[in-house]
């Protein structure tokens, strides 16, 4: 179910979805879609990494931990997650920045981040 059927990606295409599993997004539907609730901005569709996944734990975040009071099994490499688009930029600026999928990365990120440095970020 989608939050907002006209959330646009930063190609200026449909928002597809990121990752059903682990189901990821503000709203827990798949998609890294936004609304007036998300102050965190989860708008980053982005492919996990141990280096991430380690540095994300360091500033606070523990994605990898598993969390069954919540059904959150926990991250691994290789996993989608909608990302904070601050978060992805903080571990940008680290050097630390996981890929993310351009298709299903919120316009909202432009906000954030620049399309380039999305490009040059961008999963294969």
């Not at 939050?3 to 449909?14: H, P, S």
């Not at 007036?36 to 990898?64: I, Q, R, W």
């Not at 351009?102 to 432009?110: D, M, N, Q, S, V």
Request: hydrophobic share 40%; proline share 5%.
């Amino acid at each position: 179910m989608r939050y907002d059927e006209t959330a646009r990606n930063v190609l200026g295409g449909e928002l597809l979805p990121c990752s059903l599993d682990p189901v990821t997004g503000f709203y827990r539907n798949g998609c890294c879609e936004t609304g007036p609730h998300d102050l965190g901005l989860h708008t980053v569709c982005a492919v996990m990494t141990d280096e991430f996944l380690a540095f994300s734990k360091a500033g606070g975040n523990d994605l990898s931990t598993p969390r069954p009071e919540f059904a959150f099994r926990g991250l691994k490499a290789g996993d989608r997650w909608c990302l904070c688009a601050g978060r992805w930029r903080e571990a940008l600026d680290a050097g630390m920045a996981p890929q993310v999928i351009l298709e299903a990365t919120h316009e909202e990120t432009l906000a954030i981040v620049s399309l380039g440095v999305l490009k040059d970020h961008a999963a294969a």
